[in-house]
């Protein structure tokens, strides 16, 4: 569900005024915010003190005769895709290409439709205070993740902690909503290209799990911005990786699985209350044939 | 009749009294009272030992270690480590070892281990790294395979592997000399080794003759010889532009620079550097050559390049901290960027600026175009436009 505006309004009425800091390059376009919202289904959590969902399940479903259509032609493109394809090689490369290219850009940011790949969130969806937003840098091209980062917990009586913002991509998805993975198998470090404020960020990769209550099984790592006008050029091993589970790291480690890659985020929750701004513009893969380490962190028997 | 009276008022009277003697005091009520005025570690641990010596057994040790734990910042002594110590060794020892597999299998002693483990929670939340003492007191209160024990051990296990993976570190305590600030922020984000700080200014207060008090906000900036290289080639006819205030964060602390900077450069303007034709000429030596023109075709293996478009922006020449964001201190930060790039004196200098949250507007020829107007389009329309102060310096 999109944020309305009448609820930033009452928000900022609550708050009081809410201070944000320039950007290092405003949107020459008015409308450029796009405020994404995870969809209804991929959401969990239902806040403490909310009643239950009620409705019926077809009481969700809108039924639309031009989205209908749209999706037709949408998905048969997919699957005539999908179909010529394999002449030419995996997914569409051919087979000399797809064994010897060292990197390759998964995401670059380029105009307003390539911002339709990513769902922004904060802690305002389970009543916290943070707000985040996304648009375009300047000239159409980098994507802007900016916002007001705020620690106050809830006051509902269970929450302990609060604070934080996180820009994620959404699943790939195959024909007719199947599932599909990226396959990162013949790379092993993980290139972006961002510009902060100088705040820490965490890098969330999320893989294909087997078992259903793993869901909330990530693999993250650190990202530390330089802050000020220049790019930043940043390399993380996936060796490094470790898996986390609902913020807490998990005692069993092991490596992350290249092969079956769900989605990739970014998570801000360094408790310094203010307005936050993250630059991205491309994010890819590279073989560093120098990297030989496997995994970073000890793989002891868990409770000797 | 009056008799009864004086008796109900009587019974009356008592139940007040007694009632009142049986109101409940909350450990926070005890930090407060015990605190008065001064919140300072030494108070902070004379209320534990007061604590500690009132009752052998320590009955509502867990409440009181929950409200230790959450008027810790109040006293400034989230960071102690010896704190954490001496506030985990309010639990009483060996009462909470479990004597058996069954036990140890089943949680013992619950709320206990909750606590404890609330308390290196927060030793983790603020970074404090534990210690042997650490080890050993909880060893002593709750045995070896309990829950803090293993709470312990992952700090032990995580702390020093992401000590040192900051590759831009921020020291704990930030200098409080704003100069001494400047330079450390401004070091930072120059990412060149070779980039010089000078500062033009030093905070001073100066009483005029009539009598006027004046402050000087302090000034302080950065260049690289790239940028100052840059500079020189700039086109005169072409303004530059003063921006700013632009957020830089050192762990809580929010800091604000300044940049000096040009519009990108046309497609048809750019011009490719001219080759010196004596390094290209016959006699070059073949050993050492200055320039290599060989045609080999790189294979795919061998091409570690991204294939993205670059992003076209415009250069940065300089970067500055100011104390105050007004127009006239960062005129004199031009002047001062003057002795080193003459050329500045000739190009004309636009001011794109935006009030921060703790500077003051003192400029007095303040005038608004429409063409920066324009460029300064707020993305969110509901949000409060902040005031905007803009002019040209020729």
């Known amino acids: 569900m999109a944020v309305s505006r009448t609820t930033l309004k009452s928000l900022y009425g609550v708050c009081g005024v809410v201070y944000r800091q320039p950007l290092l390059f405003p949107s020459s376009l008015k409308c450029a915010s796009i405020q994404i919202t995870r969809s209804k289904f991929e959401r969990d959590y239902q806040r403490p003190g909310q009643p239950p969902d009620t409705r019926w399940p077809w009481q969700m479903i809108n039924f639309d005769f031009s989205k209908g259509v749209e999706s037709v032609r949408k998905h048969f493109g997919l699957l005539k895709d999908e179909f010529f394809q394999r002449w030419i090689g995996p997914e569409g490369k051919p087979i000399i290409e797809h064994m010897l290219e060292q990197t390759r850009v998964v995401w670059e940011f380029r105009g307003p439709e390539s911002l339709n790949e990513w769902i922004v969130s904060s802690d305002q969806e389970i009543g916290g205070r943070s707000v985040a937003y996304v648009s375009l840098g300047k000239n159409n091209t980098t994507c802007l993740l900016y916002g007001t980062l705020s620690s106050t917990p809830p006051r509902d009586g269970e929450t302990r902690y609060s604070g934080y913002c996180s820009m994620r991509s959404k699943p790939p998805k195959a024909s007719f909503d199947r599932k599909k993975h990226y396959d990162w198998s013949s790379f092993n470090t993980l290139h972006l290209r961002i510009r902060g404020d100088g705040r820490p960020w965490m890098i969330n990769v999320s893989a294909e799990t087997y078992f259903s209550h793993q869901r909330d099984d990530i693999y993250s790592y650190f990202l530390y911005t330089r802050g000020g006008p220049y790019w930043q050029d940043v390399k993380i091993p996936f060796s490094k990786f470790f898996l986390s589970s609902r913020g807490r790291i998990q005692d069993s480690q092991h490596p992350l699985w290249l092969d079956k890659i769900n989605t990739i985020g970014f998570t801000l929750g360094d408790k310094a209350d203010g307005p936050f701004q993250l630059e991205i513009d491309f994010i890819g893969l590279n073989n560093d044939c120098a990297h030989t380490e496997e995994f970073a962190y000890e793989l002891y028997k868990k409770n000797p | ?394």
Not at chain 2, 62 to 73: H, Q, R, S
Not at chain 2, 143 to 165: A, D, L, N, V
Not at chain 2, 240 to 247: K, L, N, R, S, T
Request: net charge negative; charged share 30%.
């Open chain 2, 1 to 394: 009749t009056d008799r009864q009276n004086r008796t109900d008022i009587e019974k009356l009277v008592e139940d007040e009294t007694h009632h009142k003697d049986k109101t409940l005091v909350t450990h926070d009520d005890i930090f407060d009272r015990a605190a008065g005025d001064s919140k300072t570690k030494v108070e902070f641990n004379r209320v534990v030992d007061v604590f500690k010596s009132k009752d052998i057994r320590r009955r509502g040790h867990v409440e009181f270690i929950y409200a230790a734990l959450k008027k810790m910042p109040e006293f400034g002594v989230e960071c102690d480590v010896t704190v954490y110590n001496k506030l985990l060794d309010v639990f009483p020892k060996e009462v909470f070892v479990p004597q058996n597999f069954i036990q140890r299998m089943f949680n013992h002693y619950p709320r206990q281990q909750e606590c404890g483990v609330q308390v290196l929670e927060q030793m983790e939340n603020y970074g404090v790294m534990p210690n042997i003492e650490t080890k050993v007191l909880l060893v002593q209160i709750f045995g070896e395979k309990s829950h803090p024990i293993r709470k312990f051990q992952r700090i032990m296990y995580w702390f020093p592997k992401f000590k040192h993976t900051n590759p831009y570190p921020v020291p704990h305590v930030l200098p409080s000399d704003p100069v001494d600030l400047a330079q450390f922020s401004l070091t930072r984000i120059a990412a060149d080794l070779d980039a010089k700080i000078t500062i033009y200014q030093y905070p001073s207060t100066d009483i005029t003759e009539t009598g006027e008090e004046i402050t000087r906000p302090h000034i302080v900036g950065i260049q690289s010889p790239d940028q100052r290289s840059l500079l020189a080639k700039h086109n005169p006819c072409k303004p530059v532009f003063v921006e700013g205030p632009y957020p830089l964060w050192l762990r809580q602390k929010c800091v604000h620079y300044y940049l000096l900077r040009a519009d990108p450069i046309p497609p048809e303007e750019k011009v490719e550097e001219e080759i010196d034709p004596e390094m290209i000429c016959p006699e070059q030596s073949l050993f050492f050559p200055q320039r290599v023109e060989l045609d080999l075709k790189v294979d795919m293996g061998d091409d570690h390049s991204f294939n993205v478009d670059e992003v076209e922006e415009g250069a940065v020449y300089a970067m500055c901290m100011a104390g105050q964001g007004d127009q006239a201190t960062l005129s004199q930060w031009i002047s001062g960027l003057q002795e080193t790039c003459p050329i500045l004196g000739q190009i004309p200098t636009v001011f794109r600026l935006e009030s921060g949250p703790r500077e003051l507007q003192t400029s007095t020829d303040d005038h608004q175009r429409p063409e920066q107007e324009a460029e300064t389009d707020q993305i969110i329309e509901d949000d409060e436009e902040p005031r905007h102060s803009r002019g040209v310096k020729q």
